[in-house]
């Protein structure tokens, strides 16, 4: 059962995919943007500026830069996309494949921590707030919940880093994941904290931490208001429903009845997973900015910036690759959860 | 609650006074601000963004967008304000005092905090309008006719909604060419697929009540049914929601100046302050920097409180 289900959903999320594909490419193509004017820069002579259109192939119809981005009927002689194949990137001539393997895992580590370290602060507090509405930690949450994310994060990243780098001086300045006096980790898995310990070396494992230490922060603090809000409002109708209400006249404990209205709570928050991690994508571009943590966002300014437009292309479609597959992930862990849901 | 009473008429058109049975109530504005003191001040805020917007370039003491002889000056203490505010209103200052400092190319910066509106809220309130105009007749027509078009309008939707919303919003404003109405058009887009889902959900609903089979009973048109009986019923998760998409737009748009994608300096705008004092920050040239996400901060504060209060007239 759950196996058709998991099959159909990658059918449709790799439709999705082709989806985004065609639509990222033709609309960077049908913008008023001249990437070869942008790269020879606006005094080169018209040789130099075709030499350069017919390197970089946009002298070709349409059609066939459309056939050669996607590997079907190419006359570029290089794979496409349906072979696994992003380009070749027009600024630094690297495969765009192999630059976002080194810059996502960045992403994906700040995401992942602030994640995981929101739903630990967010979880208690929706909790709490839910079960006494008006009490103590509702009215701390109610501000910080009202803003549901829709904070100036970049902003606040830079407030971060004046009080506690500049006042305080407890953080390291906001530039790199590691002490550039220390030899970056060889790459494993792209996770700074993770490889430092797979090769023993911890003091370049604490001085990763200490640089995840503000961007972490900010990204926390910035999303785990909406995840509180989300909690309460679960918590609520859950608290509400009749089987609680049955739990309660039967005479069960308090803290029972609230273990059951936490499992009835906890399932739809596993949804929400799935929304905050690609809130947070989109959130990591500023904070990267902030930070200079090199990751996928940084690598998406600086390509968007110099119209590269094989690396615009392969940014678009990594990252909703990403999110399309924690939304598949997330689905099939609550179809384990939640006995009412039945593929 | 109880001091409207509903009396069904048995004339033909009774299928209205059914509806106003079902969705209950008006929104009580002025009962709303006496009992609901976010909502006073969320409306408060709301309302001085939108003079802001209107007269903020005009009242300010100095011009937002040329230099004055005094750089990076920090803002006065706190102890002096008393005495200029006094001789601000006696006009015994020789110069209006630059009450938040000034920037590093010696432009005022409470006088560029208080322009700025100009671009950010016309920008975000434009954006966010214009999705949900977009999005709720898309949503409307594609949850009214349920046929092989509106799926393939359902679909390309769902694709658009995989984008991310950043770097969607930035590209097309990169490429299309930095100018306040691109910024909006891409507001626009990337924010009408949620508009489409939430007003589509709504039709789709609304359409199994019985007011709309009572309509369809007197003989009005399909078309007509969609527009004067379901669309009006159908608006209110949209609105809630326009009212937080304004929120998210207004960072948008400054997140957009920040990274250099956004409206060309010097024009006063939020974000581009932020940009602008970042790197002296660090050094402990804060005033810069901090004032923008201040006023950036309560403005976003303001519309969340007044989405907050719909939602809860909502449920």
Known sequence: ?343 | MADRIVTVPEEIDQHIDVALLHTDTRFRFRERLRKDPLFLIGSIIVALSLFLAAFGPHIAPYDPTAATAEIAEPPPALSEWPGLLVGVIRGTNEAPPHWLGTDQSGLDVFSRVIAAPRTDITIALAGALLSLALGTIIGLVAGFYRNWATEIVMRVSDVLQAFPVFITAMLLVTLSGRSVINIVIALALVYTPIFVRLTRAEVMSQSARGYVEAARAAGNRPFMIALKHILPNSMVPALVQTSVTIGFAIILTAGLSFVGAGVRPPAPEWGLMISHGASQLILGEWWTSVFPGIAMTITVFGYAAIARAFEEWFR
């Open chain 1, 1 to 343: 059962m759950i196996g058709r289900f998991v099959l159909k959903r990658l059918g449709i999320a790799f439709l999705q995919l082709i989806g985004v594909a065609l639509v990222v490419f033709f609309m960077i193509r049908m913008l008023p943007a001249d990437p070869v004017a942008r790269l020879v820069g606006m005094n080169a002579s018209k040789d130099a500026y075709e030499q350069s259109a017919r390197a970089l192939g946009v002298d070709q119809p349409l059609w066939q830069q459309l056939a050669n981005f996607l590997g079907v009927f190419s006359n570029s002689g290089q794979k496409g996309l349906l072979q696994g194949n992003l380009g070749v990137s027009w600024v630094t001539n690297t495969p765009v494949l192999t630059e976002i393997r080194d810059v996502l895992p960045v992403t994906l580590e700040i995401v992942t921590y602030s994640l995981l370290l929101a739903f630990l602060i967010a979880l208690p507090l929706g909790l709490a707030s839910a079960r006494k509405p008006g009490g103590i930690a509702d009215r701390i949450t109610l501000i910080w919940g009202m803003f549901a994310g829709a904070q100036p994060d970049f902003w606040w990243g830079l407030l971060f880093v004046f009080v506690f780098y500049f006042l305080l001086n407890v953080a390291p300045p906001p530039m790199g994941r590691i002490d550039p006096l220390l030899a970056t980790p060889q790459a494993i898995t792209g996770f700074m904290t993770i490889d430092t310990l797979l090769q023993g070396r911890f003091d370049a494992f604490l001085s990763a931490l200490h640089h995840l230490m503000l961007p972490v922060l900010t990204l926390v603090y910035v999303v785990s208001g909406a995840i509180v809000k989300m909690v309460r409002t679960n918590t609520l109708r859950a608290l509400q429903s009749d089987y609680i209400l049955y739990a309660r006249a039967s005479g069960l404990p308090e803290a029972q009845v609230a273990r059951y209205a936490l499992r009835a709570a906890l399932t739809p928050a596993i949804t929400l997973v799935g929304i905050f991690y690609s809130v947070l994508l989109s959130a990591a571009v500023t904070i990267e900015v902030v930070f200079t943590m090199g990751g996928i966002g940084q690598y998406a300014v600086r390509s968007i910036l110099a119209f590269d437009y094989p690396a615009i292309q392969g940014v678009v479609l990594v990252v909703a690759f990403v999110s399309l597959m924690i939304y598949l992930l997330l689905d099939i862990v609550h179809a384990y959860l939640d006995p009412r849901i039945r593929y």
